[in-house]
């Protein structure tokens, strides 16, 4: 998963960067209102977490111009604690969530979590492949009904798989749904990944199509 993370306080970002990396989220970092905007006409993303006071260009003009497009990506509102005003704003101009800073981060992820399964238009996110079952809310995987240890990326790589079965996705695709702007990419890390996988999950469970890139077996 992808989130956009607008937040001119270095210190606030960096952490909420460094939680939101570990928990296994690609993580692109703005810092003004302007650059918020052309990231999101730009990219695709599963989530924004958006500051309303911002250099540049205000986060409830941002909000309001995305969603004056169309665009319903699911977007949380950082407030500070003092600012009812604001929340209430954010909430009238299409946000589908707020959170009064400073906030725990497992709060955080809570309401994140909570935005992206509504997101998905159902309760249930739960994806069932044969034997696999993955769920992308709580991050975890069983095999035949036993849970499956993953690291964080292994576990976005057989997400973003499992989402189109027998579709090949290529490694820069991958590497897409796996390392925001600034993460440096090593020069073998889906190989790695993919090869981690192979050996919790069988190894016919993901297939390579050479020079092509990766997929899982349709059923
Ligand atoms: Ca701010």
Redesign the pocket.
Known sequence: MRVLLV???SMIAQGLQTALRQAGFAVDWTRDGQSASNALREKVFDLALL????PRRDGIEVLRELRRRGDTTPVIVLTARDQIQDRIAGLDAGADDYIVKPFDLDEMMARMRSVLRRAAGRGDTVIQHGGLKLDPVTRTVELGGKPVSLSAHEFSVLEALLQRPGAVLSRTQLEDRLYGWDEPIGSNAVEVYVHGLRRKLGSEAIRTLRGVGYFVPKQ
């Open positions: 937040e001119d306080d500051d309303l006071g911002l």
